[in-house]
């Protein structure tokens, strides 16, 4: 009995030793770093300029830990200054609202210049209360509703001085279902599934009241129904059954494209009819659940939605079809003109088709997204012409002509060359010859200077010895000659031009270094220096940079480019687990090149005790070249698995403080079908893994994104009949593989990765006899919603349960680090 209970002794001994050697998970710094509390310690990043109408002028607001300031840059006069006298507007302000305001906290709202470029008008909300005027819904004896009393200001730039506008009524805003005409005289809409049109002067009651029975409304088409809608309608989207059918009576606005005189407009209509349903259940609606039906398009399926071409003649409310058919299920999209710099301060901006008031373009592209033809349609003719056709055969990317003098020539995008670059046409189509030249990828039009023949446009992969997805700003003549690179600097870029192409602002940073703003003329002059990124409270807070990296390819040629995560503790003598937060592309890759704000998914779920990196793949992005993008084309369930094990290998072997053998693996949507698949293929070297919303079985997924990327063949029969061929690999067909720790999640209404997705995965794991975890988020769309929070504290825990070792946090009810961000109650 003595050596029984000596033994037990020991036992417990070494339990407890055990026990105290765990490691500790840091829940404590990941709570830091809350987006709640992220909030209080980062403000703006960048700026965003408001450019002005009259002269090369515009101002911005940026904040600090100090508050708001206000700026007006004169870029002419090379001169910044505050907007207006801050001391004597907040102490003006102060006075009439009868309210203290400081520097730090002066809650301007609605901020507009007025017409004539010289004045601003903003408003201030007070904490008073007042009755609401409107009385006509009162009834005796209830209590009158009240609202805060808003107090309007005009404040004179030239004259420095302040005025309270006591009379000032706010113009209403306009309408959410209005499409309004360049000339704003006709106002279209959608009800019933029906274009209806009404003139100004009763789109002027629908200002005041929408409901106005008065308002008098015209249909110009009769023959809509659900799922063959005229302009579409948007208010059907994403919503159950029992709202859509309520949503039929109400107004939305179309998806239509203008001519700049108002006279026609064209659209695209999409028949969805044959479409098959597909459903999610929204389990939390009272008293009982409801149906969610909506159109879902699969891979592979015979019924493909339809779209049509229509032209409307606004004077005689007319409509006619355009045949620019060519091939079976095509899809067409009208290309719209670019939006004025000017625009971003307008209520509303029309979106108006690119060409002039005769033409216009559209593009055609063929089902297995192997042909697009650049369509010029001619509206008085009632023709279309194909005057720009690209081939491949993997899929092709496209993007908008550029349009010189209403179509008197083009610039067009392509990748024939293996390298996204411009080329120059004649109007009727005739090719005149390339305007950029070389292995890098250019990005996209950002203005025309037509008056001098200058293309200013960003491109990414040009300037030696920098990561090759750092965006930068070059203007070349439409010869090719003078290309010129406008803003150097080895750091990501991000551009706003004011629409004379005069000046433009520049926006750079990495992920390891100070967000910053600079003002540069045309011709890549630097003019000063904006402002720089006030940082201060995140770095006192514990906040440091991630170390960019890069490895190569699982082939040991190709270039592959990452980001790690170390906690802000971090301790180089010890090992910390590693994880791989992924996603195979092939539109993007998920790894950061300017400075981002603590994620969820990377820097805050390291701060438990983690590295975690991101690194790109073969296949994952289209700023390389079309080879690296086109690599996973016919293989989408597979192509970047090598290169993720290959990038932890190196990773592991560059830094010592890496243990490789409690390696994790995690990613949502796409990445969360890696993850799983990753998980799968590779059981011995990938230990744990959380794969959320993954589209893991792409037969169930939408047709555009598995027919694109994956490639399906287009079968012609001797009688002239196509067909479609389809066959992709899925996780469900590997789940038996599984050797480690997977956590599976899926929101409860998805109706972008359906839920299906991961119940497949799940009934293979069942069927196999494995063990897995599993998280449903009742009501959540794709991203979780208010879910989030919730959903990163369960992705901590499984990593601190299965790689830190820690499960003292799995094994509480309560979650007490998201419980402490929750408002208290009263």
Known sequence: MKKLCMLLLIVASAIQLQAQ????????????????????????????PHWLKNGNRFWYQFETTNGKKWYLVDCDNRTKKPLFDEQKVIAKVSEIVEEPFSPQHFPIDSLQFLEDQNAIRFQIKSTKDELIKDTSTHKKGEKQKTKKKVYYFQFDIGNNTLTELKEFNRPLPN??????????????????????WMDKANYDKALKDDKDSSIIEHAITTDGELYYTYGGNPSNIGTDNVEMEKNKDKRSRPYIFWSPDSKHFALIREDQRKVKDLWVVHNMEEPRPTLETYKYAMPGDTSMPQDHLLIFDVANKSHLEIDASAYKDQTLNIQNKPFLATARDEEYTPLIWSGDNSHFYVTRQDRPMKRIDMLDVNINSLKVKSIIQERMNSSLEAQ??????????????????????????????????????????????????????????????????????????????LDGSGLKLLNKGDFDHAISMNDNEQFFIDNYSRVNSVPQSALYDGSGNRIMLLETADLSAYFAAGYKFPQPFSVKAADGITDLYGVLYKPFDFDSTKKYPLVEYVYPGPQTEVVNTSFTPVNDRTDRLAQIGLIVITVGNRGGSPMRSKWYHNFGYGNLRDYGLADKKTAAEEIADRFKFIDLDKLGIYGHSGGGFMTAAAMFTYPDFFKVGVSSSGNHDNRIYNSWWSEKHHGIQEKISEKGDTTFEFKIATNPEIAKNLKGHLLLSTGGIDDNVHPAN???????????????????????????????????????????????GDFSHSNQVDMVEAQKDLPKED
């Open 758 to 804: 991961t119940f497949r995965v799940a009934d293979a794991l069942i069927k196999a006899n494995k063990r897995f975890d599993l998280v449903f988020l009742p009501n959540q769309r794709h991203h979780y919603g208010d879910m989030q929070e919730y959903f990163f504290w369960r992705l901590a825990d499984y990593f601190s349960d299965w790689l830190i």
């Open 21 to 48: 050697n765990v490691e500790k998970a840091n829940y404590d710094l990941a709570a830091k770093f809350s987006p709640n509390r992220q909030q209080k310690m980062i403000f703006t990043l960048k700026v965003s």
């Open 400 to 477: 908008d002509l550029g349009v010189i003098d209403g179509g008197k020539e083009l610039i067009e995008w392509s990748e024939r060359s293996g390298w996204a670059q411009f080329y120059l046409y004649k109007g009727d189509g005739s090719f005149e010859h390339a305007i950029t030249q070389g292995d890098f990828h250019c990005n996209s039009i950002e203005k025309i200077d037509e008056k001098n023949r200058v293309l200013y446009f960003t491109a990414n992969g040009k300037e030696g010895g920098e990561n090759p997805y750092y965006m930068h700003f070059y203007r070349v003549n």
């Open 175 to 196: 309408q959410r279902w209005a499409s309004i005409s360049p000339d704003r005289q006709t106002i279209i809409f959608v009800k019933h599934y029906n274009l209806y």
